[in-house]
C-alpha cells in the first residue's frame, strides 16, 4: 500500500491540446449527442408514462405537496429518493407541463447532452492517468460514445445517466494533478461530489476513494507530518465543500424524522428486497411470459423497444409478492425511518437464518452485475449481451496489459471494486453497474489504442521512403549511421 500511494503522476498531465486535437474533441461531442438524440426520437421515449416515485414526487412539489410520495403504504413527507433527480423533473414539469411530453422530451434531451458530456469526462480521466498516451484517451472517448447501454440510458427517466456523470467528472477532477493540486479544481470537485450524493447516495462509497487520489495527488514523497500536512489541508478542502453541498438536504431530514439521515432513508428497505425467501437478488421476481412479451415485435426499433418496456413491467417487484396491500398493516403507526429498518432487521434475520442461501445469493449477485441483471429482461436482449460481452473482453485484457501500471489505475479499480462488493453484499441491478463503467472504459481502451498504434505504423511504413530523399534514406539506415559515425571520427 505504501508503494501505491507513493505514485506521483507528472503535474502536466493536462497539457495545452492543440487545435486539431479540439475539433476531434468536439466532433466526436457532437456525434456522442446525435446518438443519444437519435435514440429518443427513434424510440420515442417521451410518450412513455413510467416516471416512477420520481413523477410521483415532481407533482406533489408543483402541486404544494412539498416532497412527498406513496412509500410502503403511507402518504407524507418522504426521503424515500434523493432530491437531486425529482427536483430537476420538477423542473420541467415547471416550464413545460405537468407529465407532458414535451416536459419528458425535454428532459432527455437534457440527458442526452450529460451523456455526451460524459464522454469529455472520460477521455479526461484516462488523460489524467496516462498523459502521455493521448490515444488511450481517444479509445475510451469512442467506446463511450458508442456504448449501448450509455445511448439507451439516456432514454430512461431514471437518476442514472446523472450518476454516472457525476462520479466520471469527479474522477477525473481528483484524479488530475492539474484540478487536484489547485483550490479552485478542488471547490470544483467537492461541488460534484456533493451533487453526486443528492442524486445516488449509494455512491458514497466512491467518495473517500476519491478523496484519497486527492490527498496522494498533494502529498509530497515521505511519510513525516509536513509531507502529509498540505495534502490533507486540500483533501479537507474538497470534504468541507461537499459537505456544504449536501447540509441543506440533510437538515431537511432532521426536521422531517426527527433524527440524522444521510440522504435517503431506504437502505434497509433495499438490503431486504435484495435478500429475503422468495429474492432472486434483485428488487424484481422474473415471470416466464417475460421473455415472450421480449421477443414479440416487428422488428423495428420502436417495437424492440415497446417490447421490452412490456417485458419488463411484467416482470414483478418483489414488494408486489410480498408487501401486498393487507401486509403494510403491520407498519401501522410507525414512520417511514422505522418502517426500512423493520425491513432491514427482517433481511438480517433471514441471512441469520439461511446462511448457505445467502450466499448462493451474493454468487447470483456477482453474476448478474458483471453478466447482466437476468431478471430484467432488457439486459437479454442480443445488442446488451453482445455489448456486455465486448466489454469484459476489452476491460480483461486492458488489465492485462496495464498489469505494471497499477499505480496509475488504482483510482478507478478500487472505486469499481467497492461498487462491485457492496452490491455483491446487498442488492444489485443493471442500473447500478452502469455509473462505473466510464471508470473501466479506461483499461478497456488500452487493446484498442495497442491495436491502432501497431496498425498505423503498419500502414505508415509502405509510405516512409516517398517521404524522404534518396540522400535521407541513406543517412537515416543503419549503414548511413555508420559511414556518418566513421566520418566524424576521421
Known amino acids: 500500500m505504501p508503494a501505491l500511494l507513493n505514485h506521483q503522476p507528472d503535474a502536466t498531465a493536462c497539457p495545452t491540446l492543440p487545435i486539431s486535437e479540439r475539433w476531434g474533441i468536439g466532433l466526436l461531442f457532437v456525434v456522442a449527442l446525435l446518438l443519444r438524440v437519435a435514440a429518443v426520437l427513434v424510440l420515442d421515449s417521451y410518450h412513455k408514462p413510467f416516471t416512477y416515485e420520481h413523477g410521483e414526487i415532481a407533482v406533489n412539489l408543483l402541486e404544494g405537496r412539498g416532497f412527498s410520495v406513496r412509500f410502503l403504504g403511507s402518504h407524507g413527507l418522504t426521503s424515500q429518493q434523493a432530491p437531486g433527480y425529482p427536483l430537476l423533473l420538477a423542473a420541467c414539469y415547471a416550464i413545460w407541463g405537468i407529465e407532458t411530453p414535451a416536459a419528458l422530451l425535454a428532459l432527455q434531451l437534457l440527458q442526452a447532452a450529460a451523456g455526451a458530456a460524459l464522454v469529455l469526462a472520460t477521455m479526461h480521466l484516462a488523460w489524467s492517468l496516462f498523459p502521455q498516451r493521448r490515444s488511450l484517451g481517444w479509445a475510451a472517448g469512442i467506446l463511450a460514445a458508442i456504448a449501448p447501454p450509455h445511448i439507451y440510458m439516456v432514454t430512461h427517466v431514471q437518476v442514472v445517466t446523472w450518476a454516472t456523470l457525476w462520479l466520471t467528472v469527479l474522477m477525473a477532477l481528483c484524479c488530475s494533478p492539474r484540478c487536484a493540486q489547485s483550490w479552485p479544481g478542488l471547490v470544483a470537485a467537492g461541488a460534484v461530489a456533493g451533487l453526486l450524493l443528492l442524486f445516488e447516495p449509494i455512491l458514497a462509497i466512491a467518495t473517500p476513494l476519491a478523496a484519497l487520489a486527492v490527498f496522494v495527488r498533494n502529498r509530497k514523497p515521505g511519510w513525516h507530518p509536513a509531507a502529509c500536512k498540505a495534502a490533507l489541508a486540500r483533501t479537507a478542502v474538497l470534504a468541507a465543500v461537499a459537505c456544504a453541498v449536501v447540509a441543506p438536504w440533510l437538515i431537511r431530514n432532521y426536521r422531517v424524522h426527527g433524527e440524522f439521515v444521510f440522504i435517503k432513508t431506504t437502505f434497509g428497505y433495499a438490503f431486504w428486497q435484495?435478500?429475503?425467501?422468495?429474492?432472486w437478488g434483485t428488487d424484481k421476481v422474473p415471470k416466464p411470459g417475460a421473455a415472450l412479451l421480449a421477443a414479440t415485435h416487428d422488428g423495428t426499433w420502436w417495437g424492440m423497444d415497446r417490447a421490452l418496456w412490456d417485458a419488463r413491467h411484467e416482470t414483478v417487484y418483489i414488494d408486489d409478492v410480498l408487501l401486498k396491500p393487507q401486509r403494510y398493516r403491520r407498519f401501522d403507526g410507525l414512520s417511514e425511518l422505522e418502517r426500512c429498518r423493520q425491513l432491514g432487521s427482517d433481511a438480517r434475520r433471514f441471512i441469520a437464518e439461511n446462511p448457505q442461501a445467502y450466499l448462493a445469493l451474493c454468487w447470483q449477485r456477482l453474476r448478474y452485475f458483471l453478466l447482466g441483471d437476468e431478471t430484467n429482461p432488457k439486459t437479454m436482449h442480443p445488442l446488451y449481451r453482445?455489448?456486455?460481452a465486448c466489454w469484459l473482453t476489452l476491460c480483461a485484457a486492458g488489465l492485462f496489459l496495464l498489469r505494471r501500471e497499477w499505480r496509475a489505475i488504482w483510482p478507478t479499480a478500487t472505486v469499481f471494486a467497492a461498487v462491485l462488493v457492496f452490491h455483491t453484499l446487498t442488492i444489485t441491478s443493471t442500473r447500478f453497474r452502469i455509473p462505473v463503467e466510464p471508470l473501466t472504459l479506461v483499461w478497456a481502451a488500452a487493446p484498442l489504442a495497442a491495436v491502432g498504434a501497431r496498425a498505423s505504423k503498419r500502414w505508415a511504413a509502405p509510405f516512409r521512403p516517398l517521404w524522404t530523399?534518396?540522400?535521407?534514406?541513406?543517412?537515416?539506415?543503419?549503414?548511413?549511421?555508420?559511414?556518418?559515425?566513421?566520418?566524424?571520427?576521421v
Not at 435484495?274 to 429474492?279: D, Y
Not at 530523399?469 to 571520427?489: D, E, I, L
Open 274 to 279: 435484495g435478500n429475503n425467501a422468495l429474492s
Open 386 to 388: 453482445v455489448s456486455n
Open 469 to 489: 530523399t534518396p540522400q535521407a534514406r541513406v543517412t537515416q539506415s543503419p549503414a548511413g549511421s555508420k559511414r556518418r559515425a566513421s566520418q566524424s571520427a
